[in-house]
């Protein structure tokens, strides 16, 4: 499968110009001969969109790329006006001119500089889906901080894990270092559970806050197969082989020994007595 990686910078709340760039990209990317373009959270309507978020939120995904989808599979972000009139933050897969899946992020970060808790729904499901590449799942940025996310993706069959994101760089932290956290919970990920994790961060700066770009596809022995730069906009492109999963679910079969009824029974005991 061969991935191509859009690293871009939105611009706040100007879906149109955002859609026009997508588009050319992903032109790009048909000539090139890629079978898959994934572009960062919210790529359509830029990030730090508070109040804005009800003027840009869209119901539909927009034409012109469910067409371009007939040539590349499309994995990108955007605001989702949601059926009872509120907006959900939602990664869309893409894929022979059809919705394939969404995903509408369930962990909402409301601390620090974030205030998506404020302006968003709560996702409700996290699952895996079959494309012609395979089986996957996507995750939204906060979503890939957990654990569990990752663990009933792969549970549910995905071999292959998108997170996109819009992951601010942090003062006092160097150039080397601002991405290691990222990079420390994918390789875990890919490590335990036999999957490559793919994540796309945006880059650029948006209402003072600067994100570090970095994006980069981790495969399932947990080494970093390809990275993009930091903090500009780039186009990242890596052939993946699925055969990598089974070598690395041989060599430590740790996916294969996973005991899903006991997790199922040990959950339901803390949650019984937290509750209690």
């Known amino acids: 499968m061969n991935i191509r990686i859009e690293q871009m910078k939105p611009v706040l709340g100007d879906t149109e110009k955002n859609l026009l760039k997508m588009v050319e990209?992903?032109?790009k990317g048909i000539k090139?001969?890629?079978?898959?373009?994934?572009?960062?959270?919210?790529?359509l309507n830029g990030y730090m969109l508070e109040d804005i978020v009800f003027e840009t939120a869209m119901k539909n995904v927009p034409d012109i790329?469910?067409?371009?989808?007939?040539e590349i599979s499309i994995i990108f972000g955007m605001a989702e006006m949601g059926e009872e009139e509120y907006p959900y933050n939602t990664a869309y897969y893409l894929e022979d001119?059809?919705?394939?899946?969404?995903?509408?992020?369930?962990?909402?970060?409301?601390?620090g500089m974030f205030f998506e808790g404020r302006y968003f729904g709560n996702g409700e499901k996290i699952r895996a889906f079959d494309t012609k590449f395979g089986r996957m799942g996507m995750l939204i940025c906060e979503d890939a901080w957990h654990q569990s996310a990752h663990y009933i993706l792969s549970q549910d069959g995905a071999k292959y894990i998108f997170s996109i994101a819009n992951a601010p760089a942090r003062l006092g932290v160097n150039k080397s270092s601002v991405s290691s956290t990222w990079?420390?919970?994918?390789?875990?990920?890919s490590i335990s559970n036999g999957v490559f994790n793919i994540m796309t961060n945006r880059s650029?700066?948006?209402?003072?806050v600067t994100f570090f770009g970095n994006s980069v596809i981790i495969d399932p022995c947990g080494e970093v197969v390809k990275e993009a730069g930091y903090f500009k906009e780039e186009t990242l492109c890596c052939s993946v082989d699925s055969c990598c999963i089974r070598r690395a679910r041989i060599s430590a079969p740790v996916f294969k020994a996973e005991k899903i009824d006991l997790t199922v029974r040990e959950l339901k005991r803390i949650q019984?007595?937290?509750f209690e």
Request: hydrophobic fraction near 35%; proline fraction near 4%; aromatic fraction near 6%.
């Open 65 to 70: 790329l469910l067409e371009k989808s007939n």
């Open 183 to 189: 990079k420390t919970l994918l390789k875990s990920s």
């Open 204 to 208: 650029g700066v948006e209402d003072g």
């Open 97 to 111: 001119g059809k919705i394939i899946h969404k995903h509408r992020k369930v962990y909402l970060p409301d601390y």
């Open 25 to 27: 990209l992903i032109e």
């Open 32 to 43: 090139a001969g890629d079978d898959i373009i994934i572009f960062p959270e919210l790529a």
């Open 272 to 274: 019984k007595n937290r």
